[in-house]
């Protein structure tokens, strides 16, 4: 082979190093970039994965956290009922023990007067049922405006007037406020005067006045020896020292 010859075939290697070396370069250069992008989606997959676990726990979070609300309601709402319903035991108990108390007064109030017609005496029980459900309905009426009005009283009986449900009579032409201190602050409530009736009236031949007390029940209640205006005294209670 002459020089020309070797010359031409050395170019033509060379050309082809050069040209290998450029594709090898364009490869890798390739490689790296898609390796690049393949890393690149790989983080935004895992982030993806991250942010979606992440939702399914404030879901869950969340879910769990509702029902736990709906039990506590569901709850808060028995324990209501319940409390509902030993209010209504307790107000049948003391209705009960009223009516027997209603009795037994009748009955020591008509040992004197043995003998008077039946018809009289159902009227005269019935009269002193009627003004002692006056007497609970006032005190209960002073007890709810005290909720409403934190715990203090009205000034006087027509402004609880709200709370008597529906009787249609001046219940106040019979009866006056006498507690002046909030129900809270009333020492031994069963045995303090709320309200009173403004006059004695007669049952079976004895003077005889209806009271609410503080806790809310009622009494007819017979003259007793001192005399009523003294034996309110000790069942009343002066306001509160200031």
């Known amino acids: 082979m002459n020089r020309s010859t070797l010359k031409s075939l050395a170019l033509g290697i060379v050309a082809a190093l050069v040209g290998g070396g450029l594709v090898y370069l364009g490869l890798q250069s390739t490689i790296s970039r898609l390796m690049a992008e393949n890393d690149r989606l790989r983080m935004q997959l895992a982030?993806?994965?991250?942010?979606?676990?992440?939702?399914?726990?404030?879901?869950?979070?969340e879910a769990d956290r509702n029902q736990q609300d709906q039990?506590?309601?569901?709850?808060?709402?028995?324990?209501?009922?319940?409390?509902?319903?030993?209010?209504?035991?307790?107000?049948?108990?003391?209705?009960?023990?009223?009516?027997?108390?209603l009795t037994s007064t009748l009955t020591k109030i008509g040992q004197s007067t043995n003998?008077?017609?039946?018809?009289?005496a159902d009227s005269e029980r019935q009269v002193a049922i009627a003004h002692l459900n006056d007497a609970k309905q006032l005190v209960l009426g002073l007890l709810m405006f005290a909720d409403d009005n934190q715990q203090t009283l009205p000034t006087t009986l027509n402004q609880s007037s709200n709370y008597?449900?529906?009787?249609?009579?001046?219940?106040?032409?019979?009866?006056?406020?006498?507690?002046?201190?909030?129900?809270?602050?009333?020492?031994?409530p069963s045995t303090v005067i709320a309200v009173r009736q403004k006059q004695a009236w007669q049952a079976r031949g004895h003077w005889v006045k209806a009271y609410?007390?503080?806790?809310?029940?009622?009494?007819?209640?017979?003259?007793?020896?001192?005399?009523?205006?003294?034996?309110?005294?000790?069942?009343?209670?002066?306001?509160?020292?200031?």
Not at 172 to 184: A, G, I, K, S, W
């Open 47 to 61: 982030e993806s994965n991250e942010a979606h676990e992440a939702a399914r726990a404030r879901v869950k979070s």
């Open 71 to 101: 039990d506590k309601t569901e709850l808060l709402r028995l324990r209501g009922e319940v409390n509902r319903l030993r209010q209504q035991k307790d107000e049948v108990d003391k209705l009960r023990k009223q009516n027997s108390e």
């Open 115 to 120: 003998g008077a017609p039946a018809e009289e």
């Open 164 to 188: 008597w449900g529906n009787s249609s009579r001046l219940l106040t032409n019979q009866f006056e406020l006498v507690l002046q201190r909030p129900f809270r602050e009333v020492e031994n």
């Open 212 to 242: 609410g007390f503080a806790d809310g029940h009622a009494e007819i209640k017979r003259e007793p020896p001192e005399g009523f205006e003294a034996w309110e005294q000790a069942h009343i209670q002066p306001p509160a020292p200031r």
